[in-house]
C-alpha cells in the first residue's frame, strides 16, 4: 500500500481527511526479483513504459548499451524462447522467451542471436524464402536459463540509436505489464514535472477549438497556474496536462505512471500506465491532444476520457468522465496528482471559475460525425463510411474538390489533425481505360507527408483504405521500380574482398511489395533492414568461382524489374 498511502498524505495537506473520496486505482502487485536487468551495461534508461510516441504508447522499457551495439543480451529469467521475429521496421530483430510465471519478456532491435539459434532461424528463412519471418518455437527446442546469453544488442528495426527494447507480457492475454513495476534497481526520488495546464471548451469537440494554455509555477511544492484562478468559458470543462517524469541522477524526460483529477476532494477521473495491449496502443490518439500535437504543438495528455475511447488506461468514478459541470459561479477547488512508478507525487492545484458572460456561442458547420456509431458521408464522385470506434470526438465534417492536378481531381476529406483509429475505405469514383484499372494507386496527402495505396476497381470505383484523412487523389502507375547496385557491384565483375552485396530500390509510389534474389537459380537471403537497402553478408551459400545473380523487385501496382549479374568470387 506504500504508493496508495504516499498519495493520500498529500490530498490530507490539502483538504480535510473526512472530504477525501476513495481513490479510483488499486495497488498493483507484481513478481519482484524475478527477473533479471536484461543488458550487460549500466543500468539506465533511454526511455520508459507508457512514453509518448506518434500513434501509439512505448510499451516497454528502452535500455541504454552505453550508445554502442553488440553489449550481451541476457534471458530475465529461465524459459524457453517462444518466438523469434524479423522486420525492417518496429521491433528489427526480435526474441520472445516465455516463463513458468505464465509471463513472456521480448528483447527487440537486436543483432545476431545466439549461435544455436542463429542457425537455426536463418535456416527456416531459406527454407521459407523470406527473410522478415515470425516463427513459434515449440517448448523444448531453445530452453533458456536466467542470465544465459540469447543475443547481441543492435540498433534493427524501428530503432534510433543502439539500445534494448525490452517487454514484459502476460502470456495468455498479450497484454504488455509495466515493466517499472517489477523491482527493477532503478534509484527514483524525483518527483514528475508538470510544465502546463490545458483547458477545453467541452459543449464543443475537443478537435474544433484552441485549448487554454496556462504556464505554471512550484509555489511551496505545488504547482499552480501563474495567472491564478482558471476562467472557465462554458459550464463544462476539462483538463488536460504536459508532465515529464525523471529518475535519479538521469535527464531523460520519460512518460508519467499516473495522473488523477479531484474536484473539491473527490477523485473523478484518471489514467495509469499499468497494462497496454498492442491491440490499445493506437488510443494514445484519443489521450492526447491530438489535433494541439499534430499542428507542431507540446503533447497534452486529456485527464477526461473522449467519448470514442471507453476502456484502456483511464478510470472514472461512477457518473463521471472527467468532465466537469459548472452550474453556479462559485470556485471549485481542482487538484490533479501525477505520479511515477515509485510513488513520488507531483501535485498541481487552483480553483476553477465559471465566468458565463463569456460563454462561447461559436457555431461550426459541415456534416456533424459522432463516435460509437455509424458515420456515411457521400458525394458524386467520392464516398466513405466510419464504422463504430473510428474517431474519438464528434466533429464537423469539411469537404472540398480542388482543380484537377495532372488530370485528376484532388478531394480534401477534413484535415489529418483529426485522427482515426481505424482503417476506412476511400472510394473515388473515375473512368479508366481498361489497361489502366490494374494500374491505379490512391496517393493522399498532407502537408510534408505523401502515401500511396493499391487502389482495387469495382464497376468504375477505386477504393484503398487509409487511416489518415488528408487530400486523396487516383494517379496511374506504370513505372517500375529503380535498383542500382551499391559497393561497386556490376555485371562481370571479378568480386573479391567485398564483404556485402547490397542493392539501393526506390520507386515513384515509395512502397515496394516484393524484393527477390536467386543465385544460380537458388533463393539468396537479403536483409532489407529500416526498408532502405537490401543487402547480403556472404555466408557458405557463396562460393568461389563463377555466379549468375538474378534480381527482380515488383511495386504495388504490379511493375516489375528484373536484373541479371555474372560475376565471379
Known amino acids: 500500500m506504500k504508493k496508495r498511502l504516499f498519495t493520500l498524505a498529500y490530498l490530507i495537506s490539502f483538504f480535510p481527511a473526512d472530504d477525501i473520496k476513495a481513490q479510483l486505482f488499486s495497488e498493483t502487485i507484481y513478481p519482484q526479483g524475478y527477473f533479471q536487468w536484461p543488458v550487460g551495461a549500466k543500468v539506465a534508461l533511454a526511455a520508459n513504459f507508457g512514453e509518448l510516441r506518434p500513434n501509439h504508447f512505448h510499451m516497454g522499457l528502452d535500455c541504454k548499451t552505453d550508445q554502442k551495439e553488440n553489449v550481451p543480451v541476457y534471458a530475465a529469467a529461465e524459459g524457453y524462447i517462444a518466438k523469434v521475429k524479423i522486420e525492417p521496421f518496429g521491433f528489427g530483430r526480435a526474441i520472445y522467451i516465455n516463463h513458468p510465471n505464465g509471463l513472456t519478456t521480448l528483447y527487440a532491435h537486436l543483432n545476431r542471436f545466439y549461435p544455436e539459434l542463429e542457425k537455426y532461424i536463418t535456416e527456416q528463412q531459406y527454407l521459407r524464402e523470406k527473410w522478415n519471418v515470425m516463427i513459434d518455437l515449440p517448448p523444448q527446442r531453445f530452453p533458456v536459463s536466467k542470465g544465459q546469453f540469447i543475443s547481441a544488442s543492435g540498433n534493427t528495426g524501428g530503432s534510433q540509436g543502439p539500445h534494448l527494447h525490452f517487454e514484459i507480457r502476460d502470456t495468455k492475454s498479450d497484454k504488455v505489464l509495466n515493466p517499472m513495476l517489477f523491482g527493477f534497481d532503478i534509484e527514483d526520488d524525483v518527483a514528475p514535472e508538470i510544465l502546463r495546464l490545458a483547458v477545453y471548451d467541452r459543449t464543443r469537440s475537443t478537435y474544433e477549438q484552441p485549448p487554454q494554455l496556462l504556464s505554471l509555477k512550484k509555489v511551496n511544492g505545488v504547482y499552480r497556474p501563474v495567472s491564478g484562478d482558471v476562467i472557465a ?29 479531484y474536484h473539491n476532494g473527490t477523485s473523478i477521473a484518471g489514467f495509469r500506465m499499468d497494462s497496454i495491449s498492442y491491440d490499445e496502443t493506437r488510443y494514445l490518439n484519443a489521450h492526447i491532444d491530438y489535433k494541439t500535437r499534430a499542428n507542431g504543438g507540446p503533447y497534452l495528455q486529456h485527464l477526461s476520457v473522449l467519448p470514442g475511447y471507453r476502456d484502456g488506461i483511464y478510470r472514472t468514478a461512477v457518473g463521471q468522465d472527467g ?15 501525477v505520479t511515477d512508478a515509485n510513488g513520488n507525487v507531483s501535485t498541481l492545484q487552483f480553483q476553477l471559475k465559471r465566468n458565463a458572460a463569456m460563454d462561447s456561442k461559436r457555431k461550426d458547420t459541415g456534416q456533424l460525425l459522432v463516435p460509437s456509431q455509424l458515420n456515411v458521408f457521400e458525394a458524386k464522385t467520392v464516398r466513405f463510411y466510419l464504422p463504430e470506434g473510428s474517431i474519438y470526438d464528434s466533429f464537423h465534417f469539411q469537404f472540398s474538390e480542388t482543380a484537377p492536378l495532372q488530370g485528376k481531381a484532388v478531394y480534401q476529406l477534413h484535415r489529418a489533425d483529426v485522427p482515426l483509429q481505424q482503417y476506412i475505405k476511400i472510394q473515388i469514383r473515375d473512368f479508366f481505360s481498361t489497361e489502366d484499372t490494374g494500374r491505379m494507386m490512391m496517393k493522399r496527402t498532407w502537408k510534408s507527408k505523401t502515401d500511396f495505396k493499391k487502389a482495387e476497381f469495382n464497376q468504375y470505383w477505386y477504393c484503398a483504405a487509409f487511416r489518415e484523412f488528408g487530400q486523396f487523389q487516383l494517379v ?10 551499391l559497393g ?29 534474389a536467386r543465385l544460380d537459380g537458388k533463393w539468396l537471403c537479403f536483409s532489407n533492414d529500416k526498408g532502405k537497402v537490401f543487402q547480403y553478408q556472404p555466408d557458405e551459400h557463396l562460393t568461389a568461382g563463377e555466379h549468375e545473380l538474378f534480381i527482380q523487385v515488383t511495386d504495388l501496382s504490379g511493375n516489375r524489374t528484373e536484373k541479371t549479374y555474372q560475376f565471379t568470387r
Do not use: C
Open 233 to 261: 468559458l462554458s459550464n463544462r470543462v476539462s483538463f488536460a496536462i504536459t508532465a515529464y517524469d525523471r529518475y535519479t541522477g538521469s535527464g531523460n524526460q520519460n512518460g508519467i505512471y499516473q495522473a488523477e483529477l
Open 323 to 337: 468532465v466537469i459541470s459548472l452550474s453556479d459561479e462559485n470556485p471549485h477547488q481542482i487538484s490533479i496528482l
Open 476 to 485: 496511374a502507375d506504370s513505372l517500375p521500380p529503380v535498383v542500382t547496385a
Open 488 to 516: 561497386g557491384f556490376r555485371n562481370g565483375i571479378k568480386w573479391v574482398g567485398a564483404k556485402k552485396i547490397a542493392f539501393m530500390v526506390t520507386d515513384n509510389t515509395e512502397e515496394i511489395k516484393e524484393f527477390t
